[in-house]
């Protein structure tokens, strides 16, 4: 097989977070036969198979990664219009917020509000990416992967991902052995602007006082506004080591919520579809806590943004691990809450 193999790479070049030692092998595959060679090159080998993405939610063991990493690097755009409805389907490397820039400046909607998220289209269903109002399984036509236990390539309709909130048949043992080649979102010609999120409601509802506009904001519009919300909550993971929020906002029973509330009136939450509330993680570390922009060493919490931890420049995983643990333990000792990371850590 010809495959290119580099040896002992570290992880932490490829992480937004910066932090990892390094892969025993490492492997990029540009189309679904050089994935199939890698997999193979792995299994004949009895070594484990992992794949990165973007890197921008993961970090891996300081110990390194046993085995093949084999980066995504599937490129590919195929458009199919059929009256109102686009159907655009990407190879898995793409970088998604390129998809979506595509898609605002093509005047397609469904993903603007996904906007300026770092990371790669086949990450996307993995973790159901989502923000300011949106989900990224509300667009998801079909996945295809390639199917390492079978050695082959399967499509999967949104109905067998299993999406649920940050969370996919895709993370789950069950669906381990499948390696995302290509996503394809079904977006609208129509006009359906969702702003309902509190910070999207708040940018419309500025415009509109400004009398800057009285319909319905631009599809562009949204992609800037949305950004521009980011921007002033989010590190620049292109200048500071961060995967995002690094905890799950957690999802608690009505009782739970309701004892929360008698001692900290002011906690919101949102209820789920199935008779949950979800809470938000980062007004509890902020406010209950007082952990927004807490350091530790090189470590910490974003001074705009509790919910996102930061290596300010060096940090190794068992730091940023002890750091994450402790904020685990605060919360549940103020709250009887048990946090989830929302990060993925290669072993
Ligand atoms: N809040 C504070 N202090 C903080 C952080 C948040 O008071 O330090 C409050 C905010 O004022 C707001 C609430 O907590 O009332 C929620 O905060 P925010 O709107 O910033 O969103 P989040 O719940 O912290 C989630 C997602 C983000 C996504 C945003 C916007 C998760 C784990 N995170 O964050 O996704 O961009 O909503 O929709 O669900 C990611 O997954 O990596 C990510 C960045």
């Given at each position: 097989m010809n495959m290119e193999i580099q040896k002992n790479v570290p992880l932490a070049e490829y992480t937004t977070l910066h932090i990892g030692g390094p892969a025993e092998y490492v492997t990029e595959v540009k189309d679904v036969p050089e994935l199939r060679s890698a997999a193979l090159w792995a299994k004949e080998r009895g070594l484990p198979l992992t794949i990165l993405g973007g890197g921008s939610n993961v970090f891996a063991a300081d110990a390194g990664v046993r085995g093949l990493v084999a980066r995504i690097a599937i490129a590919g755009r195929e458009v199919v219009e059929n009256g109102d409805e686009v159907l655009l389907t990407l190879g898995a490397g793409e970088v998604f917020d390129d998809a979506v820039l595509y898609a605002v400046s093509r005047g397609w909607w469904g993903l603007e509000n996904l906007s300026?998220?770092?990371?790669s289209v086949g990450a996307s269903p993995i973790q159901n990416i989502g923000a300011y109002g949106a989900e990224i399984q509300e667009v998801i036509a079909a996945v295809e992967a390639y199917d390492t236990e079978r050695d082959e390539t399967v499509t999967l309709l949104p109905a067998e991902c299993a999406f649920g909130y940050r969370d996919?048949?895709?993370?789950h043992e069950a669906g381990k052995h499948y390696v995302i080649t290509r996503v394809s979102y079904r977006l609208s010609k129509q006009p359906r602007p969702n702003l309902a999120y509190a910070d999207v409601a708040a940018w419309d509802a500025e415009r509109r006082a400004r009398g800057s506009a009285r319909g319905a904001p631009a599809l562009a519009d949204i992609r800037a506004a949305v950004c521009a919300i980011r921007a002033k909550k989010f590190p620049d993971w292109k200048r500071v080591g961060t995967a995002g929020s690094f905890f799950k906002n957690p999802v608690i029973s009505p009782a739970h919520f309701e004892r929360l509330r008698t001692r900290y009136p002011a906690l919101v939450g949102y209820p789920t579809a199935d008779g949950f509330v979800k809470v938000p993680l980062g007004w509890i570390l902020d406010?209950?806590?007082?952990?927004?922009g807490a350091r530790a060493g090189v470590v910490g919490t974003y001074e705009g943004q509790a919910l996102v931890l930061v290596?300010?420049?060096?940090?190794?995983a068992r730091e940023l691990e002890i750091f994450a643990d402790g904020i685990a333990q605060n919360v549940f000792d103020a709250t009887s809450i048990s946090i989830e990371r929302e990060v993925t850590k290669f072993f």
């Open positions: 300026c998220i770092p990371g996919s048949l895709f993370k406010r209950i806590l007082g952990l927004r290596n300010h420049g060096g940090a190794r």
